[in-house]
């Protein structure tokens, strides 16, 4: 790894490195993506030979307003992934102190740094003093943390009273709506969605910002015309409207995460997680973690804390036979929960 470099999921290449070993096909279970996405509609041939169009744009944030109950008064904007949202905002929101509420994703706080902003990682919302902006994510990425509607609007009217934004990262909210603050949206306040984790398609780059027109309209002209991908605006337009999928897919999931949580309990203490992914903390972390690599099974690791071991969901039977045989053999020659 780089010095000061940010680690994320889904890094088969460092697996392999690490691993050089381990029996093929890996399973990656460093990432919080749906391991069984959504089924691909077939594609009209134009949508790859011609620019993304107008109305297909139109229909996908039909499609996103009504999934995601957007308010009829706010904006949308659609974006080849969140990430890239992240990179703009603090490029168009008013300077000034950004207190991060963590241990969360970190490119939020390198993205407000990167444009110069004084970050605050705070572990409370207390704890944001006189910060101007606040961002956060939720349902929390990696320990499912979640902060009521009551405390994000209180959140808001902070950062509205001090000319900021809240920043409210809902890329984990797709299958417990219960806890987003849409559709009220107070004011001060953007809505970061992500397409690609609960639909199971990362590779699509799909995402969207939901806030004030004027902010929305900021972030379309920043990314220039045809920011999103024709095959992109057919087939998001196409999930979103997919309600029955969802709810199916949402019972499916939440499932599969009390099934992981049966198999990690006896290996340390699950602080939480969402129905995407599980968080495992255990001083045999680092052992675990090996254990599992050479077996072609492929963890999240975290750099602020090495007791941390976040779990994604198999897919297939297949996989999880590979993660329960791998289990059982670390329980009869690792080391117990410490």
């Known amino acids: 790894m780089i010095e000061g470099e940010i680690w994320h999921g889904g890094d ?24 069984l996405p959504y089924p691909l509609p077939s594609l ?22 009504a999934a995601y ?3 009829e008064s706010a904006g949308i904007v659609a974006a080849p992934g969140t990430q890239i949202l992240i990179d703009l905002l603090p490029r168009l929101v008013a300077a ?21 902003a004084e970050v605050r990682p705070v572990t409370d919302p207390d704890q944001a003093g006189e910060a101007r902006s606040i961002v956060l994510v939720n349902p929390n990425n990696p320990d499912g ?35 987003s603050i849409l559709p009220e949206l107070p004011p001060a306040t953007l809505v970061l969605r992500s397409f690609g984790k609960t639909y199971g398609l990362a590779g699509l780059r799909l995402g969207f910002a939901i806030c ?4 929305t309209s900021a972030l379309r002209a920043a990314m220039g015309p045809w920011a999103v991908a024709g095959p992109a605006l057919h087939i998001g337009a196409t999930a979103l409207a997919d309600s029955l999928w969802l709810a199916q897919a949402g019972a499916a999931r ?16 699950i602080v939480g997680g969402t129905a995407l992914f599980r968080l495992l903390e255990t001083g045999g972390a680092p052992a675990l973690f090996a254990h599992l690599g050479r ?30 045989a791998a289990l059982a053999g670390f329980a009869t020659s690792g080391p117990g929960p410490a």
């Open 69 to 71: 109950r957007v308010p």
């Open 96 to 116: 000034g102190p950004v207190a991060v509420l963590g241990p969360t994703y970190a490119e939020h706080a390198q993205a407000w740094a990167k444009a110069g």
């Open 12 to 35: 088969l290449a460092t697996a392999q490195a690490l691993f050089p070993d381990a029996p093929a096909p890996w399973v990656d279970l460093s990432t919080g993506i749906n391991p």
């Open 295 to 324: 077996h072609g099974l492929y963890l999240r690791r975290f750099q602020n804390n090495v007791r941390w071991l976040r779990f994604g969901l198999p897919g297939q039977a297949s996989e999880w036979t590979r993660l329960e």
């Open 212 to 215: 004030d027109p004027a902010l």
């Open 145 to 179: 943390r979640v902060v009521s509607r009551q405390g994000l609007a209180a959140m808001a009217a902070r950062c509205a009273a001090r000319g900021g934004l809240l920043v409210v990262d809902e890329a984990f909210a797709d299958f417990t709506p219960e806890v």
């Open 254 to 269: 939440a499932a599969d995460a009390a099934r992981l949580d049966a198999l990690l309990a006896p290996h340390g203490r």
């Open 44 to 65: 009209p041939a134009a949508l790859w030979q011609r620019l993304p169009g107008a109305t297909e744009e139109a229909a996908l944030l039909a499609a996103a307003r």
